[in-house]
């Protein structure tokens, strides 16, 4: 599996910021608009909703590389044929308000099932917020086995701030940064923090261990591209002037 040489240097510097347009976003204009502000705000990746005809778009649209999420292995043969350059299982949050859960099994199964499917294409996989802390590291571990090549953790959902402003963010965020925490001491791959990153806490995602940030609805719900321009430019600066301490 080769990466994107892109990707690959920015996980090596942990500078990553990938921008999530939404894994139910199917709004061709609207990701059109997400992925446009995250090329002129300095993003490293984009990550979209599993649609052929949405990677086409991307592909005449930016230079980043693109992502596409799902959470149905079938659809990511699709989805690589029309020139995505990885995928990922997972951006699980949509799917928390349906009531609806991943548990460590299927993910793993998943992941066995997309890389019969894609042996070559770099894999993400999300560690769902839903297990322990301990079962995330051990799903991770099995992940990596299964050939993930990156690990995200999530929780933005699952986190209830009791405060507003710079403090309410450190809680909004605590969920992840403690996944990131746990998960990058027990694997050998990059881990991406998302759900619940703000400019404030990407300090704190780095410090952890993590080689980036993934970021969605901070983004995807201001309603005009200059905003959507800011808070990209807003979170590659906060990265920009992280430093970077080896985790050891």
Same mark, same amino acid.
């Given at each position: 599996?080769?990466?994107?040489? +892109?990707?690959?240097?920015?996980?090596?510097?942990?500078?990553?910021?990938?921008?999530?347009?939404?894994?139910?976003?199917?709004?061709? #204009?609207?990701?059109?608009?997400?992925?446009?502000?995250?090329?002129?705000?300095?993003?490293?990746?984009? #990550?979209?909703? $599993?649609?052929?005809?949405?990677?086409?778009?991307?592909?005449?649209?930016?230079?980043?590389?693109?992502?596409?999420?799902?959470?149905?292995?079938?659809?990511?043969?699709?989805?690589?044929?029309?020139?995505? !350059?990885?995928?990922?299982?997972?951006?699980? !949050?949509?799917?928390?308000?349906?009531?609806?859960?991943?548990?460590?099994?299927?993910?793993?199964?998943? +992941?066995?099932?997309?890389?019969?499917?894609?042996?070559?294409?770099?894999?993400?996989?999300?560690?769902?917020?839903?297990?322990?802390?301990?079962?995330?590291?051990?799903?991770?571990?099995?992940?990596?086995?299964?050939?993930? !090549?990156?690990?995200? +953790?999530?929780?933005?959902?699952?986190?209830?701030?009791?405060?507003?402003? +710079?403090?309410?963010?450190?809680?909004?965020?605590?969920?992840?940064?403690?996944?990131?925490?746990?998960?990058?001491?027990?694997?050998?791959?990059?881990?991406?923090? $998302?759900?619940?990153?703000?400019?404030?806490?990407?300090?704190?995602?780095?410090?952890?261990?993590? $080689?980036?940030?993934?970021?969605?609805?901070?983004?995807?719900?201001?309603?005009?591209?200059?905003?959507?321009?800011?808070?990209?430019?807003?979170?590659?600066?906060?990265?920009?002037?992280?430093?970077?301490?080896? $985790?050891?």
């Amino acid at each position: 599996m080769t990466m994107h040489s +892109t990707l690959q240097h920015a996980f090596n510097n942990r500078r990553v910021l990938k921008v999530i347009s939404g894994l139910n976003n199917f709004d061709s #204009d609207r990701v059109a608009a997400i992925i446009k502000a995250a090329e002129l705000g300095g993003a490293t990746f984009v #990550d979209i909703a $599993a649609n052929a005809a949405l990677v086409q778009l991307a592909k005449n649209l930016i230079n980043l590389p693109v992502c596409v999420s799902a959470v149905e292995p079938e659809k990511f043969v699709e989805v690589v044929a029309a020139g995505a !350059d990885l995928i990922e299982i997972g951006n699980f !949050d949509s799917f928390y308000a349906q009531g609806r859960r991943f548990e460590a099994e299927e993910v793993l199964a998943l +992941t066995h099932q997309t890389r019969a499917l894609l042996p070559e294409i770099t894999l993400s996989v999300t560690v769902p917020h839903i297990l322990s802390l301990d079962q995330q590291v051990e799903l991770a571990e099995e992940l990596v086995k299964a050939g993930a !090549d990156i690990i995200q +953790t999530e929780g933005g959902t699952s986190s209830q701030p009791s405060h507003p402003g +710079t403090l309410g963010l450190i809680e909004k965020a605590a969920p992840t940064l403690a996944a990131a925490y746990e998960i990058s001491r027990a694997v050998s791959v990059p881990v991406l923090c $998302a759900s619940g990153i703000s400019n404030v806490t990407v300090p704190l995602a780095i410090a952890s261990g993590a $080689a980036g940030i993934g970021v969605g609805s901070a983004i995807n719900q201001l309603n005009s591209e200059l905003a959507m321009i800011a808070a990209v430019r807003g979170l590659v600066e906060s990265l920009a002037t992280t430093s970077v301490v080896s $985790a050891g």
